[in-house]
């Protein structure tokens, strides 16, 4: 099992920037990913790192302005978001991945996720 908390989340204006954090404890796992959903909307890829590696894959609608990290040592991934939008909004969920590769759907442990609103 991985426990997985995030936080960071909150109100900002179009424009600003969040860091998101994603703490998890538990057994160890391969990646970690970022998705997000809105109300009335599917869940979202938004990026994934390697936990060993480091390598990193993004969505299309983030690539430039969203930096996927982690901290191996605090068992922390973090998301900093910038020049956020308002159709950035949506509850933000991380997602830990024990099987080896990337993926864009498939992980075996999420959180709860923390909500993100960008208002214009």
């Known amino acids: 099992q991985v426990q997985l908390v995030e936080s960071g989340g909150g109100l900002v204006q179009a424009g600003d920037s969040l860091r998101l954090s994603c703490a998890a404890s538990?057994?160890?796992?391969?990646?970690m990913g970022w998705f997000r959903q809105a109300p009335g909307k599917g869940r979202e890829f938004v990026a994934a790192?390697?936990?060993?590696?480091?390598?990193?894959l993004y969505a299309d609608s983030v690539k430039g302005r969203f930096t996927i990290s982690r901290d191996a040592g605090k068992n922390t991934g973090y998301l900093q978001m910038n020049s956020l939008k308002p159709e950035d909004t949506s509850v933000y969920l991380c997602?830990?991945?024990?099987?080896?590769?990337?993926?864009?759907?498939?992980?075996?442990?999420w959180g709860q996720g923390t909500q993100v609103t960008v208002s214009s």
């Open positions: 538990g057994r160890t796992f391969r990646s």
């Open positions: 790192i390697s936990w060993s590696e480091g390598a990193t």
């Open positions: 997602a830990t991945r024990d099987r080896a590769g990337f993926s864009m759907a498939i992980y075996d442990y």
